[in-house]
């Protein structure tokens, strides 16, 4: 599996260690609904543990990547409009800068 950072925008995001990821990430499986808002923003539809979906969205994605493509389940960490500002898959932790 390609790292996460390789399909994220390296000046806005950032790798770090699981252990040091801090608070706020929730599990989430990935649905496989994706739609491109721009070449750099992914709206993604994603469901918690309890069964309830929502539209979150990746900003400052390399042209055209999905960093979660062909991921069935990630930790997710979201600000208060649903953005991603940090993702966990197996490990692979990226965190947005700033």
């Avoid at 929730?26 to 069964?51: C, M, Q, W, Y």
């Avoid at 309830?52 to 979660?68: A, E, G, H, M």
């Amino acid at each position: 599996m390609v790292s996460l950072i390789h399909n994220l925008d390296d000046t806005k995001w950032v790798e770090v260690n699981s252990s040091d990821r801090g608070e706020g990430f929730v599990e989430f499986a990935i649905n496989r609904t994706t739609t491109p808002l721009d070449a750099h923003t992914l709206k993604i539809s994603v469901a918690d543990n309890a069964g309830n979906f929502k539209n979150v969205v990746i900003k400052n994605t390399r042209d055209n990547s999905n960093p979660l493509k062909n991921v069935n389940q990630a930790d997710l960490k979201l600000d208060e409009e649903g953005n991603v500002v940090g993702i966990d898959v197996e490990g692979d932790c990226v965190i947005a800068k700033g």
